[in-house]
């Protein structure tokens, strides 16, 4: 398909005019030249159907009953003044027309008129819209901090991630971040803070895994002068002085024994009693953990209090791995090379043949990580410390049938996200059976949860 086919496939015309016979006929016309034609019958059903950002052009009779085409076009260019609005005039009608195209209508066309004479127009207001549209998604994502750069993508999953963040972030529940090593935890910690009401308060980070079992708890409780050898003064621990903002627990599932029963009563009554002290003192807690182990697995949890993670379980954000969202990886490394570039002084490289196989064949375990680190080599020119095999186009990267499964766990995920994890639309695109299809995904490691959308 060529870009400009591409662009009108993607790009939608809502077709509005009182007379039903005209208002199908086009449509029909329409879609036959390929567009994504709807008929509405008058402008007040344009309204309740077109807002901004509208992936689509408007074409408008001008006479009609209630709202005319002149008032439609009006209140459009109000909601958005780049939506090209198109005007269908009689000949009594054509000042009328031009008036409008000087208020920034992008275009009328006189009764009667050739099919081919809207065709025409409505590809240039396509290409037109399609640029519009793409620049605004390039200038939100040049506006995003550097931090939530490991959540651009296009992939339902990351879609869906992002979404549930931006409602999750005014709800006061304790969030449990589920993602494996580099698929950005503390990113989704730190929106759920700067997106919520307690953005103006701190957001305390403590690696659980970092600490010995002896400091732990004094830096989560703090303590009172006196409460051990070494305790000469006071010290807020990180939990109290999270109150009223976030309290991020990385590495969760590293938490000692100990300290997990003392939090899971933190978490229960909002309130703690520092080391050395029988006070008690109210806490505003929220409470985000993030953990690289499903603590709902009894083998992953291992020693982890089953209570705890169920008093923690009451919202379950899981962040997909990069073999999982293959489709953001050139999105996300051009992001990352450019910024690369710019640190180092360099000029953007040119990518060669081992880079982009690179791309496309590495599962990237460390996930968004990796690929900000490789992204760095790139652009300081160090890919030439690429594998052998990956830097030779004669040298294959992987056994025949290693390859071979790794396309067919891919098809099997492009199925997945077209269809939203659908499994009856997935078998049809796919042609096999279902009992291969599990046991496809359950050899691949594919969950197919996580390509489900609910609307």
């Not at 403590?206 to 079992?213: S, T």
């Not at 009223?244 to 309130?271: I, N, Y």
Request: charged share 30%; glycine share 8%; with cysteine.
């Amino acid at each position: 398909m060529s870009d400009s086919a591409g662009s009108i496939a993607a790009i939608e015309v809502s077709f509005v005019d009182d007379d039903p016979d005209l208002r199908d006929a086009n449509v029909q016309a329409l879609g036959l030249a390929g567009f994504r034609a709807v008929a509405l019958p008058s402008g007040e059903a344009a309204l309740e159907r077109i807002g901004p950002d509208y992936a689509g052009i408007v074409v408008t009779d001008i006479r009609m009953p209630g709202m005319d085409g002149i008032e439609l076009f009006r209140r459009l260019r109000a909601l958005d003044p780049d939506i090209p609005v198109i005007m269908i005039s009689g000949h009594a009608d054509i000042a009328t027309a031009v008036g409008a195209m000087s208020e920034g209508a992008y275009d009328f066309i006189a009764k009667p008129y050739a099919g081919e004479r809207l065709v025409e127009t409505l590809r240039r207001a396509a290409e037109k819209r399609a640029l519009v549209l793409e620049n605004r998604r390039l200038r939100a994502l040049a506006e995003q901090g550097e931090e939530e750069t490991a959540l651009i993508g296009e992939t339902a999953a990351i879609t869906r991630l992002r979404q549930t963040i931006r409602e999750l972030a005014d709800v006061d529940v304790d969030v449990l971040v589920l993602g494996e090593t580099g698929t950005g935890k503390e990113v989704v910690a730190g929106l759920l803070h700067r997106l919520g009401r307690r953005r103006d308060k701190p957001f305390v980070a403590l690696n659980c895994g970092a600490l010995p079992d002896s400091v732990i708890e004094s830096e989560l409780f703090g303590y009172e002068p006196g409460a051990f050898t070494g305790a000469q003064k006071k010290r807020i621990g990180r939990i109290e002085h999270s109150s009223g903002g976030t309290l991020f627990l990385d590495e969760l599932e590293s938490m000692p024994l100990s300290a997990q029963v003392k939090l899971l009563r933190v978490l229960e009554m909002r309130e703690i009693a520092p080391l050395g002290s029988n006070d008690l003192r109210r806490v505003d807690l929220r409470v985000v953990a993030a953990t690289k182990a499903d603590l709902g697995d009894p083998a992953q949890r291992r020693d982890f209090r089953e209570d705890l993670y169920y008093r923690l379980n009451v919202v379950t954000l899981r962040i997909p791995p990069l073999r999982e969202r293959r489709r953001d990886i050139p999105l996300l490394f051009t992001r990352f090379l450019a910024r690369a570039a710019e640190k180092y002084r360099r000029p953007v490289p040119a990518l060669d043949r081992a880079v982009e196989r690179h791309l496309v064949e590495n599962d990237w375990p460390g996930n968004v990580r990796e690929l900000v680190h490789f992204a760095e080599r790139v652009a300081l020119g160090l890919s030439s410390d690429l594998p052998a095999q990956s830097a030779r186009p004669d040298v294959p990267v992987a056994s025949l049938p290693d390859r071979l499964n790794a396309i067919e766990a891919n098809l099997i995920r492009e199925a997945l996200e077209a269809n939203r994890g659908d499994v009856r639309a997935t078998l049809e695109m796919l042609g096999i059976p279902r009992k291969t299809f599990y046991d496809k995904l359950t050899r691949h490691g594919i969950d197919r949860a996580a390509y489900a959308i609910t609307e």
